[in-house]
C-alpha cells in the first residue's frame, strides 16, 4: 500500500533514500535564499482558493492572464531593442528587424541622449551612438522614424529622465507624418525612480521627475490615448543584483508611489492607470521567474482595486513587457546564450507577457550584430510558431509548485512592499537608501555563491573551454560622433533663431510655474530646439540630482 500523505512519503521513502546515495546539494534554495522542498503536494495547498489565487482568464485578480484569449487570440507583440549610431543607421535595422517579422520598435538611446546632453556637448566626447542611438533634435527623430508608420506600428522607447522630451519629439515627428496622435500607440519607460535606485541615469532631484511624469500621465490621457505613459520597470533592479521577490516588491512599491503623485495632483485614477504598464526582467531559474510575473499580476490586480477603489477592470490589469535576463549573459562560450535566452523566453510566455525582448548572444560582448540580432528574433518565431505552448491559456495553473512558488514570491513581495510603507513610501525609502541596500546585499551574496561554486555558471565557473572564439562584433564608427557634431550646427545655423529662443523661453517658463510641460516641449521641439538646449534650461531651474550614497 503507497503512501497516504506527503509526510509518510517524505518519512517512509524519501528520507531512508537520501540517507542511503544523498543528494547534489546539501541545500536547494531560490534566488532569494528560501529552501526549495523536494516536493510539492496537496498539502502545501491545503487552505488554497481557486476563486481568489486564481480565477480565469481575463478575470480579477488576473493571475492566468490580462486577456480571456491570451494567446490563442495574437501572439505577444515581438519587440527587439535596438538602435546604435546615428538616427539614419538605426532606421535601418529597424526596417531589417520589421521585414524580419518582428511586430513593434523598442529603441536604445546613446548615454548622452538619455542623461539631457546633445551629441556635440564635452560631456557626451566617446559616448555618442555607443549604447543606443543618438537622438538630439526632431531633425534626428524624423530621421530614425523615416518611412515607419507611426500610426501603425508601435514604439516603446527605453528613456528616463530625458521620458518626457523624447515622448514630445516623437509626437512632434509624428505630426510632420501626418499622424493623428491620438492614433499613435508605444511605451515610454519614462521610471525615474528605479533610476535612483539601481541604474543611475537621472538628472533632476526627485520631485521636478515626479512633476515630469505626472504631466505625462494628464497629457497622454487627452492626447495620446494608446500610448503607455510608463514601464515601471523591475529590469533594471533585477540586472543590479535583486531577487525575483524583490524586483516585484520594489517594482509595485514604486507604482504606489507614481500613482499617489498623480492623485494628488488631482488626476482621476481610471482615466491615467490603464495606461500604465511594467517591465520585468527574465533571468534563468525557470519556474520562480514564471511564478514572479503570476503573483505580479494577483498583487497589481488587488492594490489598485482595494488600496484605491478602483471600478475599471483596465486599471487593475498588470500589463508587462520582458526581456530576457542581460545579466545572465557570459562573454564566455557565447553560443550558450543563446540556450540561456531561449529557456528565458519560454519562462516569459508561460508566465504571461504581453511582449517580449529576447537578448542576442553577443550583448555580453558588444551591441548585436544584424546576425545575432535576427537569431534573437527567430527564437522568439520558433517558440510562438512550433511549440504549442500558446495554444493552451496558463498552462502552468495547478501545478502544486507552481502555485506554492506564486504565494511565496509574492508573500515576499508584500513584505518588502509594508516595510517601504512603513518608511513613508518608495520616494523616502529610496533617500534613505534602503532599496539600494537591499539590492547591494543580494547582488553580494550572488557574487559569492558564483566565485565558491555554489551556484554553477555553465563556462564561467565549470566546463570552461581553453581557447575562446569570439564572434564577429557590431564596432559603432568613431566618425557618428564628428559627423553628428558637424550636423548639429548645421541645424543650429538654419532654423528660425527668433522663434527657438522664444520656445526655450517658454519652456523656462513652464519649468518655474506650474503647467504641463508636454505642450511646451512639443511645440519647443518643432523649432528644432535640441535636446541639450532643454535640458539646460531645466537644469538652471531645478538644479542636479546627487547620489544618495548608502554604507
Known amino acids: 500500500m503507497g503512501s497516504t500523505s506527503g509526510h509518510d512519503w517524505l518519512e517512509s521513502t524519501y528520507r531512508p533514500a537520501v540517507e542511503r546515495a544523498g543528494e ?38 488576473y493571475t492566468r492572464g490580462v486577456q480571456p484569449t491570451m494567446y490563442r487570440g495574437r501572439y505577444w507583440t515581438m519587440r527587439q531593442y535596438a538602435g546604435f549610431g546615428d538616427a539614419a543607421e538605426s532606421n535601418r535595422r529597424y526596417k531589417f528587424l520589421l521585414e524580419q517579422g518582428q511586430t513593434g520598435l523598442s529603441v536604445a538611446f546613446d ?7 546633445d551629441s556635440d556637448a564635452p560631456e557626451a566626447a566617446g559616448e555618442v551612438g555607443k549604447v543606443g542611438v543618438a537622438i538630439s533634435s526632431l531633425a534626428d527623430m524624423e530621421a530614425l522614424t523615416e518611412g515607419i508608420p507611426l500610426d501603425r506600428v508601435t514604439t516603446s522607447m527605453t528613456i528616463n529622465a530625458t521620458g518626457a522630451m523624447l515622448l514630445a519629439l516623437y509626437a512632434a515627428a509624428a505630426k510632420k507624418q501626418g499622424a493623428a496622435l491620438s492614433a499613435i500607440g508605444g ?9 535612483y535606485i539601481a541604474r543611475g541615469t537621472y538628472i533632476f532631484p526627485p520631485r521636478p521627475s515626479l512633476r515630469l511624469i505626472t504631466d505625462q ?49 488631482g488626476l482621476e485614477l481610471d482615466r491615467f492607470a490603464p495606461r500604465l504598464a511594467f517591465f520585468w526582467a527574465c533571468h534563468s531559474n525557470f519556474f520562480e521567474e514564471a511564478a514572479k510575473f503570476r503573483a505580479g499580476r494577483r498583487m497589481w490586480a488587488r492594490i489598485v482595486r482595494e ?32 540556450v540561456r535566452t531561449a529557456y528565458q523566453a519560454l519562462s516569459a510566455v508561460l508566465g504571461g507577457t ?30 510562438a510558431h512550433e511549440t504549442g505552448v500558446s495554444d493552451v491559456i496558463d498552462p502552468l495553473a495547478g501545478s502544486y509548485y507552481v502555485e506554492a512558488l506564486t504565494d511565496r514570491v509574492e508573500e515576499e513581495a508584500q513584505a518588502y512592499i509594508d516595510r517601504i510603507e512603513d518608511m513613508g513610501g518608495a520616494l523616502t525609502a ?43 562584433l557590431l ?18 545655423t538654419g532654423r528660425n533663431h527668433a522663434a527657438s529662443s522664444a520656445a526655450l523661453e517658454a519652456v523656462r517658463a513652464a519649468a518655474s510655474g506650474s503647467e504641463n510641460m508636454l505642450p511646451v516641449l512639443v511645440a519647443a521641439f518643432e523649432e528644432y530646439v535640441t535636446l541639450g538646449e532643454v535640458c539646460g534650461v531645466l537644469r538652471e531651474e531645478w538644479s542636479e540630482h546627487r547620489e544618495t550614497l548608502t554604507i
Open 430 to 472: 529610496i533617500e534613505q537608501g534602503f532599496q539600494q541596500r537591499e539590492i547591494q546585499e543580494s547582488a553580494y551574496r550572488l557574487q559569492r555563491m558564483l566565485e565558491s561554486g555554489d551556484r554553477t555558471v555553465v563556462g564561467v565557473n565549470r566546463f570552461q573551454q581553453e581557447e575562446e572564439v569570439e564572434p564577429p
Open 354 to 383: 504581453q511582449s517580449l525582448h529576447t537578448n542576442s548572444r553577443d550583448e555580453a560582448l558588444a551591441l548585436p550584430t544584424e546576425e545575432s540580432a535576427q537569431l534573437a528574433l527567430r527564437t522568439q518565431q520558433v517558440l
Open 475 to 492: 564596432r559603432v564608427d568613431p566618425e557618428v560622433g564628428r559627423r553628428r557634431a558637424r550636423e548639429l550646427a548645421e541645424l543650429r
Open 187 to 195: 511605451t515610454i519607460q519614462n521610471d525615474i525612480l528605479k533610476e
Open 307 to 338: 488600496r484605491y477603489g478602483s471600478t475599471n477592470p483596465r486599471s487593475q490589469m498588470l500589463r508587462f513587457h520582458t526581456q530576457t535576463g542581460g545579466a545572465t549573459l557570459t562573454a564566455q562560450q557565447p553560443d550558450n546564450n543563446v
Open 217 to 265: 500621465f494628464a497629457w497622454c490621457a487627452q492626447e495620446t490615448p494608446k500610448f503607455n505613459t510608463i514601464s515601471i520597470s523591475g529590469y533594471h533592479m533585477r540586472e543590479a543584483g535583486c531577487t525575483a521577490a524583490q524586483e516585484v516588491g520594489f517594482t509595485l512599491a514604486n507604482a504606489i508611489e507614481y500613482v499617489d503623485a498623480a492623485l494628488e495632483k
Open 111 to 117: 548615454l548622452p541622449t538619455q542623461i539631457g546632453y
Open 24 to 61: 547534489r546539494e546539501a541545500l536547494f534554495e531560490s534566488s532569494s535564499g528560501a529552501p526549495v522542498e523536494p516536493l510539492y503536494g496537496p498539502e502545501d495547498l491545503a487552505d488554497w482558493s481557486y476563486q481568489e489565487k486564481l480565477g480565469y482568464p481575463g478575470e480579477y485578480p
